[in-house]
């Protein structure tokens, strides 16, 4: 997550990166927002933001107030 940046896609979503590939997904549904991502690796990432929605939403009210972001855990 990147600190207030609620201006480009307008609803709370997450940067990944895998390899040369970069995407934006949106926490609220997963819906790809930007960009481009392995598809097999989009499944994993749409996992991990259903499992951790609660913490993904909010760390992204404290990411967009400028706030400190709190760890979270990765897909095990």
């Keep these: 997550m990147y600190y207030t940046d609620n201006k480009q896609h307008h609803v709370p979503h997450?940067?990944?990166?895998?390899g040369?590939?970069?995407a934006v997904f949106s926490i609220a549904d997963g819906k790809l927002l930007a960009g481009k991502?392995?598809?097999?690796?989009?499944?994993?990432?749409?996992?991990?933001i259903e499992i951790r929605?609660?913490?993904?939403?909010a760390d992204w009210k404290l990411a967009v107030k400028g706030e400190e972001v709190f760890k979270i855990d990765p897909l095990k």
């Design 37 to 48: 991502f392995p598809n097999s690796k989009t499944r994993l990432v749409l996992a991990w």
């Design 20 to 22: 040369g590939d970069k």
């Design 14 to 18: 997450i940067h990944v990166e895998y």
């Design 53 to 57: 929605r609660e913490e993904l939403n």
